[in-house]
Protein backbone atom coordinates (compact mmCIF):
# COMPACT_ATOMS: atom_id res chain seq x y z
CA UNK A 1 0.00 0.00 0.00
CA UNK A 2 1.30 3.65 -0.04
CA UNK A 3 4.48 4.63 0.85
CA UNK A 4 6.37 8.10 2.64
CA UNK A 5 9.80 8.79 3.18
CA UNK A 6 10.92 12.22 4.55
CA UNK A 7 14.33 13.82 5.61
CA UNK A 8 15.62 17.14 6.69
CA UNK A 9 19.47 17.07 6.21
CA UNK A 10 22.21 19.75 4.99
CA UNK A 11 22.81 17.48 1.50
CA UNK A 12 20.22 17.18 -1.17
CA UNK A 13 17.77 14.59 -0.06
CA UNK A 14 16.09 13.86 -3.34
CA UNK A 15 18.50 10.96 -4.39
CA UNK A 16 17.69 9.59 -0.86
CA UNK A 17 13.90 10.23 -0.83
CA UNK A 18 14.09 8.25 -4.39
CA UNK A 19 16.02 5.30 -3.18
CA UNK A 20 13.52 4.99 0.14
CA UNK A 21 10.36 5.03 -2.29
CA UNK A 22 12.29 1.44 -4.29
CA UNK A 23 12.65 -0.35 -1.07
CA UNK A 24 8.80 0.67 -0.47
CA UNK A 25 7.83 -0.67 -4.16
CA UNK A 26 6.75 -4.37 -3.20
CA UNK A 27 4.09 -2.82 -1.11
CA UNK A 28 2.27 -1.81 -4.26
CA UNK A 29 1.36 1.31 -5.81
CA UNK A 30 0.24 3.21 -9.23
CA UNK A 31 2.08 6.65 -8.86
CA UNK A 32 4.67 8.27 -7.25
CA UNK A 33 5.78 11.53 -6.81
CA UNK A 34 8.38 13.93 -4.93
CA UNK A 35 8.68 17.32 -3.36
CA UNK A 36 11.63 19.21 -2.20
CA UNK A 37 12.23 23.20 -0.62
CA UNK A 38 15.49 24.95 -1.98
CA UNK A 39 16.21 28.58 -1.29
CA UNK A 40 12.25 28.78 0.07
CA UNK A 41 11.02 27.39 -2.66
CA UNK A 42 8.88 24.10 -3.03
CA UNK A 43 9.09 22.26 -6.19
CA UNK A 44 7.69 19.03 -6.85
CA UNK A 45 7.79 16.06 -9.77
CA UNK A 46 4.98 13.20 -9.99
CA UNK A 47 4.44 10.10 -12.31
CA UNK A 48 2.31 8.53 -13.11
CA UNK A 49 3.52 4.41 -12.57
CA UNK A 50 6.98 3.13 -11.69
CA UNK A 51 9.48 4.65 -9.38
CA UNK A 52 12.24 4.08 -12.06
CA UNK A 53 9.62 7.02 -13.78
CA UNK A 54 10.25 9.13 -11.51
CA UNK A 55 14.02 8.53 -11.41
CA UNK A 56 14.04 9.29 -15.11
CA UNK A 57 12.42 12.70 -14.74
CA UNK A 58 14.57 13.69 -12.05
CA UNK A 59 17.44 12.48 -13.95
CA UNK A 60 16.65 15.16 -16.53
CA UNK A 61 15.33 17.62 -14.27
CA UNK A 62 16.75 17.37 -10.98
CA UNK A 63 15.17 19.15 -7.20
CA UNK A 64 17.76 20.45 -5.24
CA UNK A 65 16.81 21.14 -1.58
CA UNK A 66 17.12 19.25 1.68
CA UNK A 67 14.37 19.08 3.01
CA UNK A 68 11.78 17.23 1.05
CA UNK A 69 8.87 14.71 1.27
CA UNK A 70 8.28 11.44 -1.21
CA UNK A 71 5.12 9.15 -1.64
CA UNK A 72 4.10 6.29 -3.56
CA UNK A 73 0.20 6.08 -3.85
CA UNK A 74 -2.16 3.23 -4.28
CA UNK A 75 -5.14 4.57 -5.31
CA UNK A 76 -8.17 4.97 -3.08
CA UNK A 77 -9.66 8.44 -3.84
CA UNK A 78 -9.80 9.19 -7.58
CA UNK A 79 -8.10 7.07 -10.38
CA UNK A 80 -4.23 6.35 -10.70
CA UNK A 81 -3.17 9.70 -12.49
CA UNK A 82 -0.01 11.85 -12.35
CA UNK A 83 -2.51 14.33 -11.16
CA UNK A 84 -3.88 12.76 -8.00
CA UNK A 85 -0.81 11.80 -7.25
CA UNK A 86 1.30 12.79 -3.76
CA UNK A 87 2.82 15.49 -2.56
CA UNK A 88 -0.25 17.45 -2.74
CA UNK A 89 -0.03 21.17 -2.48
CA UNK A 90 -1.59 24.25 -1.27
CA UNK A 91 -0.76 27.43 -2.51
CA UNK A 92 2.77 26.32 -3.11
CA UNK A 93 2.88 27.09 0.49
CA UNK A 94 2.51 23.61 1.98
CA UNK A 95 2.93 19.89 0.62
CA UNK A 96 1.74 17.14 1.89
CA UNK A 97 2.03 13.34 1.68
CA UNK A 98 -0.45 10.76 3.03
CA UNK A 99 -1.20 6.93 3.77
CA UNK A 100 -4.40 6.24 4.72
CA UNK A 101 -8.09 7.43 4.58
CA UNK A 102 -9.86 10.36 5.53
CA UNK A 103 -13.43 9.27 5.34
CA UNK A 104 -14.38 12.91 6.31
CA UNK A 105 -12.92 14.49 3.54
CA UNK A 106 -16.08 15.71 1.68
CA UNK A 107 -17.34 17.47 4.34
CA UNK A 108 -13.79 18.97 5.04
CA UNK A 109 -13.88 19.54 1.33
CA UNK A 110 -16.76 21.34 1.52
CA UNK A 111 -15.72 23.76 4.04
CA UNK A 112 -12.66 24.77 2.71
CA UNK A 113 -14.03 25.33 -0.78
CA UNK A 114 -16.51 28.17 1.14
CA UNK A 115 -13.28 29.46 2.60
CA UNK A 116 -11.81 29.64 -1.25
CA UNK A 117 -9.48 26.80 -1.60
CA UNK A 118 -9.95 25.57 -5.13
CA UNK A 119 -9.14 21.62 -4.93
CA UNK A 120 -7.32 20.31 -7.93
CA UNK A 121 -7.21 16.26 -7.56
CA UNK A 122 -9.53 13.68 -6.59
CA UNK A 123 -8.04 13.18 -3.62
CA UNK A 124 -8.71 12.73 0.08
CA UNK A 125 -5.62 13.97 1.16
CA UNK A 126 -5.77 17.33 -0.29
CA UNK A 127 -7.77 18.26 2.39
CA UNK A 128 -5.08 18.03 4.63
CA UNK A 129 -2.75 20.31 2.70
CA UNK A 130 -5.72 22.82 2.12
CA UNK A 131 -6.70 23.00 6.37
CA UNK A 132 -2.70 23.07 7.69
CA UNK A 133 -2.77 26.35 5.02
CA UNK A 134 -5.90 27.73 6.33
CA UNK A 135 -4.72 26.70 10.24
CA UNK A 136 -1.46 28.69 9.82
CA UNK A 137 -3.28 31.73 9.60
CA UNK A 138 -3.99 31.84 13.25
CA UNK A 139 -0.85 29.52 14.49
CA UNK A 140 2.32 30.89 15.91
CA UNK A 141 3.93 27.71 13.97
CA UNK A 142 3.91 24.56 11.42
CA UNK A 143 3.56 22.00 14.37
CA UNK A 144 0.46 23.86 15.78
CA UNK A 145 -1.22 24.11 12.45
CA UNK A 146 -1.13 20.42 12.16
CA UNK A 147 -2.02 19.68 15.82
CA UNK A 148 -5.44 21.91 15.11
CA UNK A 149 -5.54 20.05 11.55
CA UNK A 150 -5.29 16.41 12.95
CA UNK A 151 -8.25 17.36 15.17
CA UNK A 152 -10.19 17.65 12.48
CA UNK A 153 -9.82 14.73 10.38
CA UNK A 154 -11.48 11.48 11.00
CA UNK A 155 -10.06 7.97 9.78
CA UNK A 156 -6.39 6.92 9.10
CA UNK A 157 -3.67 8.61 8.58
CA UNK A 158 0.26 8.97 8.76
CA UNK A 159 1.08 12.08 6.95
CA UNK A 160 4.06 14.40 6.70
CA UNK A 161 3.81 18.16 5.93
CA UNK A 162 6.53 20.77 5.24
CA UNK A 163 6.46 24.84 4.33
CA UNK A 164 8.63 26.42 2.04
CA UNK A 165 8.33 29.63 4.24
CA UNK A 166 9.88 26.94 7.45
CA UNK A 167 12.43 25.14 5.29
CA UNK A 168 14.31 23.30 7.62
CA UNK A 169 11.32 21.07 9.13
CA UNK A 170 8.59 18.41 8.70
CA UNK A 171 5.87 17.81 10.83
CA UNK A 172 4.61 14.88 11.06
CA UNK A 173 1.61 12.76 12.60
CA UNK A 174 0.42 9.58 13.17
CA UNK A 175 -3.21 7.89 13.50
CA UNK A 176 -4.19 4.42 12.49
CA UNK A 177 -1.18 4.42 9.64
CA UNK A 178 2.59 3.16 10.73
CA UNK A 179 5.45 6.19 10.78
CA UNK A 180 9.20 5.38 11.82
CA UNK A 181 11.70 8.39 12.43
CA UNK A 182 14.69 7.51 11.63
CA UNK A 183 17.50 9.30 13.46
CA UNK A 184 20.73 10.31 11.32
CA UNK A 185 23.85 12.41 12.14
CA UNK A 186 23.08 16.14 11.62
CA UNK A 187 20.10 14.91 9.98
CA UNK A 188 16.83 13.32 10.40
CA UNK A 189 14.22 10.71 8.38
CA UNK A 190 10.34 9.97 8.62
CA UNK A 191 8.85 6.60 6.67
CA UNK A 192 6.38 4.42 6.69
CA UNK A 193 8.60 1.44 6.99
CA UNK A 194 12.07 1.10 8.33
CA UNK A 195 13.12 -0.56 5.29
CA UNK A 196 13.05 2.56 3.34
CA UNK A 197 15.60 4.50 5.10
CA UNK A 198 18.11 1.83 5.86
CA UNK A 199 20.67 2.64 3.28
CA UNK A 200 21.08 6.22 5.51
CA UNK A 201 20.14 5.06 9.51
CA UNK A 202 19.76 2.18 11.73
CA UNK A 203 18.58 4.01 14.90
CA UNK A 204 14.68 4.02 14.70
CA UNK A 205 11.33 5.25 16.83
CA UNK A 206 8.33 3.99 16.22
CA UNK A 207 5.55 6.42 16.24
CA UNK A 208 2.37 5.58 18.44
CA UNK A 209 -1.10 6.17 17.70
CA UNK A 210 -2.11 9.86 18.14
CA UNK A 211 1.77 11.07 17.72
CA UNK A 212 2.55 14.26 16.16
CA UNK A 213 6.24 14.85 16.02
CA UNK A 214 8.65 17.85 15.18
CA UNK A 215 11.81 16.95 13.13
CA UNK A 216 14.61 19.32 11.91
CA UNK A 217 18.11 18.33 11.19
CA UNK A 218 19.19 18.84 14.91
CA UNK A 219 16.18 17.37 16.90
CA UNK A 220 13.09 15.73 17.08
CA UNK A 221 10.06 16.47 19.69
CA UNK A 222 6.86 13.91 19.97
CA UNK A 223 3.75 15.08 21.46
CA UNK A 224 1.32 12.63 22.11
CA UNK A 225 -2.67 12.67 21.48
CA UNK A 226 -2.82 15.43 24.26
CA UNK A 227 -0.04 17.41 23.46
CA UNK A 228 2.42 16.39 25.71
CA UNK A 229 6.32 15.94 24.66
CA UNK A 230 6.72 12.72 25.43
CA UNK A 231 9.33 10.51 24.41
CA UNK A 232 9.72 7.27 22.13
CA UNK A 233 12.45 4.53 22.67
CA UNK A 234 14.91 4.91 19.52
CA UNK A 235 15.84 0.63 18.60
CA UNK A 236 18.74 -0.26 17.31
CA UNK A 237 17.49 -1.94 13.66
CA UNK A 238 18.08 -5.69 13.58
CA UNK A 239 16.82 -5.53 9.72
CA UNK A 240 19.69 -6.16 7.57
CA UNK A 241 20.51 -3.47 4.99
CA UNK A 242 20.42 -5.62 2.57
CA UNK A 243 17.21 -7.39 3.20
CA UNK A 244 15.44 -5.08 0.18
CA UNK A 245 18.08 -6.66 -2.54
CA UNK A 246 17.19 -9.96 -4.44
CA UNK A 247 20.86 -11.10 -4.69
CA UNK A 248 21.14 -13.42 -7.48
CA UNK A 249 17.53 -14.64 -7.82
CA UNK A 250 15.39 -13.22 -10.43
CA UNK A 251 12.26 -12.10 -7.93
CA UNK A 252 12.06 -11.57 -4.80
CA UNK A 253 9.46 -14.23 -4.38
CA UNK A 254 12.18 -16.96 -5.31
CA UNK A 255 14.59 -15.33 -3.16
CA UNK A 256 11.81 -15.82 -0.26
CA UNK A 257 10.68 -19.40 -1.23
CA UNK A 258 14.67 -20.42 -1.22
CA UNK A 259 15.03 -18.30 2.48
CA UNK A 260 12.22 -20.76 3.90
CA UNK A 261 15.00 -23.54 5.38
CA UNK A 262 17.05 -20.37 7.45
CA UNK A 263 13.83 -18.37 8.47
CA UNK A 264 12.37 -21.48 9.87
CA UNK A 265 15.83 -22.37 11.53
CA UNK A 266 15.41 -18.73 13.33
CA UNK A 267 12.31 -19.28 14.14
CA UNK A 268 12.90 -22.16 16.22
CA UNK A 269 16.08 -21.53 17.23
CA UNK A 270 16.22 -20.89 21.36
CA UNK A 271 12.27 -21.53 21.48
CA UNK A 272 12.61 -25.21 22.63
CA UNK A 273 14.25 -26.81 25.48
CA UNK A 274 14.47 -30.42 26.97
CA UNK A 275 11.79 -31.42 24.01
CA UNK A 276 9.70 -28.81 25.22
CA UNK A 277 8.60 -25.63 23.51
CA UNK A 278 9.25 -22.74 25.90
CA UNK A 279 6.05 -20.64 27.26
CA UNK A 280 8.45 -17.82 26.73
CA UNK A 281 8.08 -18.14 22.61
CA UNK A 282 5.54 -15.86 23.22
CA UNK A 283 6.43 -12.90 25.53
CA UNK A 284 7.65 -12.72 29.01
CA UNK A 285 4.27 -13.32 31.09
CA UNK A 286 3.13 -15.98 28.34
CA UNK A 287 3.02 -19.09 30.86
CA UNK A 288 0.55 -16.85 33.61
CA UNK A 289 -2.04 -15.83 30.28
CA UNK A 290 -1.76 -19.61 28.62
CA UNK A 291 -1.84 -21.62 31.39
CA UNK A 292 -5.43 -21.29 31.63
CA UNK A 293 -7.23 -21.46 28.02
CA UNK A 294 -9.38 -23.33 26.90
CA UNK A 295 -10.63 -21.66 23.42
CA UNK A 296 -8.71 -20.13 21.21
CA UNK A 297 -10.24 -17.88 18.97
CA UNK A 298 -7.52 -16.80 15.94
CA UNK A 299 -8.24 -13.65 13.19
CA UNK A 300 -6.01 -12.85 10.10
CA UNK A 301 -6.47 -12.01 6.75
CA UNK A 302 -5.49 -13.72 3.12
CA UNK A 303 -2.44 -16.04 3.76
CA UNK A 304 -2.50 -15.54 7.20
CA UNK A 305 -5.86 -16.73 7.32
CA UNK A 306 -4.98 -20.21 5.87
CA UNK A 307 -2.28 -20.65 8.46
CA UNK A 308 -4.82 -20.11 11.23
CA UNK A 309 -6.91 -22.55 9.64
CA UNK A 310 -4.45 -25.03 9.76
CA UNK A 311 -4.06 -24.69 13.24
CA UNK A 312 -7.76 -25.13 13.58
CA UNK A 313 -6.84 -28.79 12.45
CA UNK A 314 -3.89 -28.75 15.13
CA UNK A 315 -5.04 -26.88 18.40
CA UNK A 316 -8.45 -29.47 18.36
CA UNK A 317 -7.05 -32.57 17.48
CA UNK A 318 -3.79 -32.35 19.45
CA UNK A 319 -3.69 -29.46 22.18
CA UNK A 320 -7.63 -30.51 23.50
CA UNK A 321 -9.05 -26.64 22.88
CA UNK A 322 -11.70 -25.47 20.84
CA UNK A 323 -10.73 -23.25 17.86
CA UNK A 324 -12.53 -20.74 15.83
CA UNK A 325 -10.60 -18.82 12.83
CA UNK A 326 -12.44 -15.65 10.94
CA UNK A 327 -11.41 -13.06 8.53
CA UNK A 328 -10.32 -10.18 10.10
CA UNK A 329 -13.18 -8.14 8.00
CA UNK A 330 -15.85 -10.34 9.02
CA UNK A 331 -15.09 -10.96 12.60
CA UNK A 332 -15.12 -6.83 12.90
CA UNK A 333 -18.00 -6.27 11.60
CA UNK A 334 -20.58 -9.25 13.86
CA UNK A 335 -21.24 -9.66 17.13
CA UNK A 336 -19.21 -12.73 18.01
CA UNK A 337 -20.14 -15.22 21.42
CA UNK A 338 -17.18 -14.91 23.96
CA UNK A 339 -16.73 -18.04 25.39
CA UNK A 340 -14.97 -18.57 29.03
CA UNK A 341 -10.94 -18.42 29.04
CA UNK A 342 -10.42 -17.43 25.86
CA UNK A 343 -7.74 -16.36 23.98
CA UNK A 344 -7.39 -14.38 20.65
CA UNK A 345 -4.37 -14.11 18.83
CA UNK A 346 -3.99 -12.78 15.46
CA UNK A 347 -1.61 -13.51 12.59
CA UNK A 348 0.01 -11.03 10.25
CA UNK A 349 3.08 -10.72 8.39
CA UNK A 350 3.11 -7.01 8.54
CA UNK A 351 1.25 -6.43 12.04
CA UNK A 352 -0.32 -3.34 9.96
CA UNK A 353 -3.09 -5.06 8.18
CA UNK A 354 -5.85 -2.78 9.18
CA UNK A 355 -8.63 -5.08 9.17
CA UNK A 356 -6.71 -7.17 11.47
CA UNK A 357 -6.15 -4.19 13.63
CA UNK A 358 -9.45 -3.03 14.17
CA UNK A 359 -10.31 -6.79 14.96
CA UNK A 360 -7.78 -7.19 17.53
CA UNK A 361 -8.85 -3.51 19.55
CA UNK A 362 -12.52 -4.95 19.38
CA UNK A 363 -11.92 -8.28 21.06
CA UNK A 364 -9.56 -6.19 23.66
CA UNK A 365 -12.81 -4.09 24.19
CA UNK A 366 -15.17 -7.48 24.53
CA UNK A 367 -13.10 -8.91 27.35
CA UNK A 368 -10.74 -11.80 25.94
CA UNK A 369 -8.81 -13.16 28.26
CA UNK A 370 -5.48 -12.46 26.42
CA UNK A 371 -4.45 -11.49 23.15
CA UNK A 372 -1.48 -12.71 21.42
CA UNK A 373 0.13 -11.86 18.01
CA UNK A 374 2.05 -14.45 15.36
CA UNK A 375 3.85 -11.47 13.53
CA UNK A 376 6.48 -10.39 11.39
CA UNK A 377 7.55 -6.96 12.13
CA UNK A 378 8.82 -6.32 15.65
CA UNK A 379 7.64 -2.78 16.19
CA UNK A 380 4.20 -3.18 14.48
CA UNK A 381 1.02 -1.79 15.89
CA UNK A 382 -0.32 -5.57 16.29
CA UNK A 383 2.93 -6.42 18.72
CA UNK A 384 2.44 -3.52 20.38
CA UNK A 385 -1.12 -3.70 21.40
CA UNK A 386 -0.41 -7.96 22.11
CA UNK A 387 -0.58 -9.14 25.58
CA UNK A 388 1.88 -11.60 23.57
CA UNK A 389 3.50 -11.67 20.66
CA UNK A 390 5.46 -14.74 18.74
CA UNK A 391 7.92 -12.57 16.84
CA UNK A 392 8.30 -14.90 13.53
CA UNK A 393 11.60 -13.86 12.13
CA UNK A 394 11.28 -14.58 9.15
CA UNK A 395 13.14 -11.65 7.91
CA UNK A 396 11.82 -9.14 5.76
CA UNK A 397 9.49 -10.33 3.18
CA UNK A 398 9.21 -7.93 -0.33
CA UNK A 399 7.48 -10.44 -2.62
CA UNK A 400 3.75 -9.34 -2.60
CA UNK A 401 2.75 -12.89 -2.91
CA UNK A 402 3.47 -14.40 1.34
CA UNK A 403 5.55 -17.36 1.00
CA UNK A 404 8.53 -17.64 3.56
CA UNK A 405 6.28 -15.64 6.35
CA UNK A 406 3.54 -18.72 6.02
CA UNK A 407 5.48 -21.40 6.38
CA UNK A 408 6.95 -19.49 9.64
CA UNK A 409 3.71 -18.87 10.66
CA UNK A 410 2.84 -22.67 10.66
CA UNK A 411 6.03 -23.23 12.74
CA UNK A 412 5.12 -20.57 15.11
CA UNK A 413 1.36 -22.30 15.19
CA UNK A 414 2.76 -26.11 15.63
CA UNK A 415 4.54 -24.47 18.72
CA UNK A 416 1.75 -22.97 20.44
CA UNK A 417 -0.46 -25.97 19.83
CA UNK A 418 2.71 -27.68 21.85
CA UNK A 419 2.47 -25.13 24.44
CA UNK A 420 -1.54 -24.63 25.19
CA UNK A 421 -1.07 -28.53 24.83
CA UNK A 422 1.35 -29.01 27.63
CA UNK A 423 -1.61 -26.68 29.64
CA UNK A 424 -4.29 -29.08 28.75
CA UNK A 425 -2.26 -32.72 29.28
CA UNK A 426 -0.91 -33.08 25.61
CA UNK A 427 1.91 -36.29 26.51
CA UNK A 428 5.03 -35.75 26.69
CA UNK A 429 5.58 -38.36 23.90
CA UNK A 430 3.55 -35.65 21.89
CA UNK A 431 5.25 -32.57 22.77
CA UNK A 432 8.95 -34.63 22.19
CA UNK A 433 7.37 -35.42 18.54
CA UNK A 434 6.72 -31.94 17.97
CA UNK A 435 9.95 -30.63 18.38
CA UNK A 436 11.63 -33.22 16.73
CA UNK A 437 9.64 -32.23 13.49
CA UNK A 438 10.63 -28.55 14.49
CA UNK A 439 13.73 -29.21 14.10
CA UNK A 440 13.59 -31.51 11.09
CA UNK A 441 11.80 -28.75 9.09
CA UNK A 442 14.35 -26.86 7.51
CA UNK A 443 16.45 -29.99 6.27
CA UNK A 444 13.26 -31.28 5.35
CA UNK A 445 12.05 -28.31 3.53
CA UNK A 446 15.69 -27.62 1.80
CA UNK A 447 14.42 -31.54 -0.20
CA UNK A 448 11.03 -29.91 -1.07
CA UNK A 449 13.10 -27.42 -2.65
CA UNK A 450 14.81 -29.82 -5.00
CA UNK A 451 11.66 -30.20 -6.95
CA UNK A 452 12.09 -27.10 -8.39
CA UNK A 453 12.86 -28.01 -11.98
CA UNK A 454 10.33 -31.01 -12.17
CA UNK A 455 7.49 -28.60 -11.21
CA UNK A 456 9.02 -25.52 -13.45
CA UNK A 457 8.20 -28.20 -16.79
CA UNK A 458 4.82 -28.89 -15.44
CA UNK A 459 4.25 -25.69 -14.66
CA UNK A 460 4.13 -25.24 -18.71
CA UNK A 461 0.49 -26.77 -19.23
CA UNK A 462 -0.70 -24.49 -17.10
CA UNK A 463 -0.18 -21.52 -19.64
CA UNK A 464 -2.94 -21.94 -21.20
CA UNK A 465 -5.35 -23.01 -18.76
CA UNK A 466 -8.21 -19.90 -16.97
CA UNK A 467 -9.23 -22.08 -14.39
CA UNK A 468 -7.91 -24.05 -11.68
CA UNK A 469 -9.06 -26.76 -8.68
CA UNK A 470 -6.52 -27.66 -5.92
CA UNK A 471 -8.07 -30.05 -3.36
CA UNK A 472 -6.84 -31.28 0.26
CA UNK A 473 -8.27 -32.62 3.29
CA UNK A 474 -7.73 -32.27 6.78
CA UNK A 475 -5.03 -29.66 7.49
CA UNK A 476 -4.14 -29.93 3.84
CA UNK A 477 -7.37 -28.43 2.63
CA UNK A 478 -5.92 -24.47 4.04
CA UNK A 479 -3.03 -26.22 1.94
CA UNK A 480 -4.90 -25.90 -1.16
CA UNK A 481 -6.77 -22.95 -0.56
CA UNK A 482 -3.33 -21.10 -0.17
CA UNK A 483 -1.88 -23.00 -3.18
CA UNK A 484 -5.12 -21.71 -5.11
CA UNK A 485 -4.51 -18.02 -3.67
CA UNK A 486 -0.81 -17.75 -4.68
CA UNK A 487 -1.72 -19.21 -7.85
CA UNK A 488 -4.79 -16.55 -9.05
CA UNK A 489 -2.50 -13.69 -6.76
CA UNK A 490 0.76 -14.14 -9.36
CA UNK A 491 -0.20 -15.82 -12.41
CA UNK A 492 -4.15 -14.25 -12.74
CA UNK A 493 -5.37 -18.31 -13.20
CA UNK A 494 -8.74 -18.45 -11.68
CA UNK A 495 -8.12 -21.40 -8.81
CA UNK A 496 -10.58 -22.55 -5.95
CA UNK A 497 -9.90 -24.90 -3.88
CA UNK A 498 -12.43 -27.70 -2.19
CA UNK A 499 -11.98 -30.04 0.70
CA UNK A 500 -12.48 -32.86 -1.49
CA UNK A 501 -14.92 -34.53 0.05
CA UNK A 502 -17.15 -31.27 -1.00
CA UNK A 503 -16.54 -32.49 -5.00
CA UNK A 504 -19.79 -34.08 -5.20
CA UNK A 505 -21.87 -31.63 -3.23
CA UNK A 506 -20.95 -28.87 -6.82
CA UNK A 507 -17.44 -28.58 -8.46
CA UNK A 508 -17.86 -31.59 -10.08
CA UNK A 509 -19.59 -30.19 -12.56
CA UNK A 510 -16.83 -28.53 -13.56
CA UNK A 511 -14.45 -30.80 -14.39
CA UNK A 512 -13.51 -31.27 -17.47
CA UNK A 513 -9.80 -31.44 -20.03
CA UNK A 514 -9.61 -27.77 -19.40
CA UNK A 515 -9.61 -27.56 -15.99
CA UNK A 516 -6.41 -28.49 -13.95
CA UNK A 517 -6.73 -30.67 -10.49
CA UNK A 518 -4.45 -30.27 -8.20
CA UNK A 519 -4.65 -32.76 -5.39
CA UNK A 520 -2.05 -32.17 -1.99
CA UNK A 521 -1.88 -36.05 -1.61
CA UNK A 522 0.08 -37.03 2.09
CA UNK A 523 0.43 -40.18 3.45
CA UNK A 524 -1.63 -40.08 6.19
CA UNK A 525 -5.47 -40.86 7.98
CA UNK A 526 -6.93 -39.26 4.88
CA UNK A 527 -4.97 -40.85 1.97
CA UNK A 528 -7.61 -43.80 0.94
CA UNK A 529 -10.06 -40.78 1.75
CA UNK A 530 -8.67 -38.56 -0.83
CA UNK A 531 -8.08 -41.53 -3.25
CA UNK A 532 -11.96 -42.10 -3.94
CA UNK A 533 -12.14 -38.42 -4.42
CA UNK A 534 -9.21 -38.07 -7.31
CA UNK A 535 -10.90 -41.23 -9.30
CA UNK A 536 -14.53 -39.27 -8.37
CA UNK A 537 -12.42 -36.65 -11.01
CA UNK A 538 -10.82 -39.60 -12.90
CA UNK A 539 -14.67 -40.07 -14.05
CA UNK A 540 -15.09 -37.24 -15.15
CA UNK A 541 -12.17 -37.09 -17.50
CA UNK A 542 -10.27 -34.39 -15.17
CA UNK A 543 -6.67 -34.13 -15.71
CA UNK A 544 -4.97 -34.39 -12.42
CA UNK A 545 -1.55 -32.80 -10.48
CA UNK A 546 -0.95 -35.02 -7.54
CA UNK A 547 1.42 -34.05 -5.02
CA UNK A 548 2.24 -37.21 -2.92
CA UNK A 549 3.88 -39.22 -0.87
CA UNK A 550 6.09 -41.31 -2.58
CA UNK A 551 4.56 -44.02 -0.35
CA UNK A 552 1.08 -42.65 -1.33
CA UNK A 553 1.38 -45.57 -3.96
CA UNK A 554 -0.24 -43.28 -6.83
CA UNK A 555 0.96 -43.97 -10.32
CA UNK A 556 1.59 -41.40 -13.41
CA UNK A 557 -0.84 -41.75 -16.42
CA UNK A 558 -2.78 -40.26 -18.90
CA UNK A 559 -4.99 -38.34 -16.27
CA UNK A 560 -2.80 -38.18 -13.83
CA UNK A 561 0.85 -36.94 -13.17
CA UNK A 562 1.98 -37.48 -9.93
CA UNK A 563 4.75 -35.18 -8.07
CA UNK A 564 6.75 -37.26 -5.18
CA UNK A 565 7.15 -34.99 -2.40
CA UNK A 566 9.62 -36.07 0.50
CA UNK A 567 8.11 -38.15 2.81
CA UNK A 568 7.44 -36.23 5.90
CA UNK A 569 5.65 -36.63 9.37
CA UNK A 570 1.76 -35.43 10.04
CA UNK A 571 3.51 -32.60 12.41
CA UNK A 572 5.40 -30.65 9.17
CA UNK A 573 3.11 -32.24 6.14
CA UNK A 574 1.02 -29.00 5.69
CA UNK A 575 4.34 -26.95 5.72
CA UNK A 576 6.03 -29.01 3.21
CA UNK A 577 3.38 -29.47 0.95
CA UNK A 578 3.32 -25.78 0.90
CA UNK A 579 6.19 -25.68 -0.92
CA UNK A 580 5.66 -27.57 -4.20
CA UNK A 581 2.41 -25.03 -4.31
CA UNK A 582 4.57 -22.21 -4.13
CA UNK A 583 6.78 -23.28 -6.69
CA UNK A 584 3.87 -24.21 -9.27
CA UNK A 585 2.45 -20.70 -8.62
CA UNK A 586 5.99 -19.32 -9.58
CA UNK A 587 7.02 -20.98 -12.33
CA UNK A 588 3.72 -20.24 -14.20
CA UNK A 589 3.61 -16.56 -13.39
CA UNK A 590 7.00 -16.48 -14.65
CA UNK A 591 5.52 -18.62 -18.01
CA UNK A 592 2.69 -15.88 -18.22
CA UNK A 593 5.12 -13.04 -17.86
CA UNK A 594 3.72 -11.53 -15.01
CA UNK A 595 4.66 -9.15 -12.57
CA UNK A 596 5.52 -11.70 -10.20
CA UNK A 597 6.83 -9.38 -7.33
CA UNK A 598 4.02 -6.91 -7.89
CA UNK A 599 0.78 -8.62 -9.44
CA UNK A 600 -1.37 -6.08 -10.01
CA UNK A 601 -3.73 -3.88 -8.13
CA UNK A 602 -2.63 -5.75 -4.95
CA UNK A 603 -0.32 -4.19 -2.04
CA UNK A 604 1.95 -6.23 0.17
CA UNK A 605 0.55 -4.45 3.64
CA UNK A 606 -3.38 -3.60 3.40
CA UNK A 607 -3.35 -0.69 6.07
CA UNK A 608 -6.74 0.73 5.02
CA UNK A 609 -9.92 -1.05 5.07
O1 LIG B 1 0.47 -8.76 6.63
P1 LIG B 1 -0.68 -9.73 6.74
O2 LIG B 1 -0.20 -11.12 6.99
O3 LIG B 1 -1.68 -9.31 7.78
O4 LIG B 1 -1.38 -9.70 5.35
C1 LIG B 1 -2.57 -10.40 5.12
C2 LIG B 1 -2.86 -10.53 3.64
O5 LIG B 1 -3.03 -9.27 3.05
C3 LIG B 1 -1.74 -11.27 2.89
O6 LIG B 1 -1.46 -12.51 3.46
C4 LIG B 1 -2.11 -11.47 1.42
O7 LIG B 1 -3.19 -12.35 1.32
C5 LIG B 1 -0.90 -11.99 0.63
N1 LIG B 1 -0.65 -11.12 -0.47
C6 LIG B 1 -1.09 -13.35 0.07
O8 LIG B 1 0.03 -13.79 -0.62
Not at 143 to 148: C, D, E, G, N, R
Request: proline fraction near 3%.
Amino acid sequence: MCGIVGAVAQRDVAEILVEGLRRLEYRGYDSAGVAVINNNELSRTRRLGKVQELAKALESNPLNGGTGIAHTRWATHGEPSERNAHPHQSQGDIAVVHNGIIENHQKLRETLQGLGYEFVSDTDTEVICHLVHHELKTSDSLLTAVQATVKQLEGAYGTVVIDRRDSERMIVARSGSPLVIGYGLGENFVASDQLALLPVTRSFAFLEEGDVAEITRREVKIFDVEGTQVEREVKESEVTHDAGDKGEYRHYMLKEIYEQPMALARTIEGRIANQQVLDSAFGVNAEQFLKDIKHVQIIACGTSYHAAMTARYWLEDWAGVSCNVEIASEFRYRKSHLFPNSLLVTISQSGETADTLAALRLAKEMGYKATMTICNAPGSSLVRESDMSYLMKAGAEIGVASTKAFTVQLAGLLMLTAVIGRHNGMSEQMQADICTSLASMPAKVEQALSLDDEIAALAEDFADKHHSLFLGRGDQYPIAMEGALKLKEISYIHAEAYASGELKHGPLALIDADMPVIVVAPNNELLEKLKSNVEEVRARGGLMYVFADKDAEFASDDTMKVIPVPHCDDFMAPLIYTIPLQLLSYHVALIKGTDVDQPRNLAKSVTVE
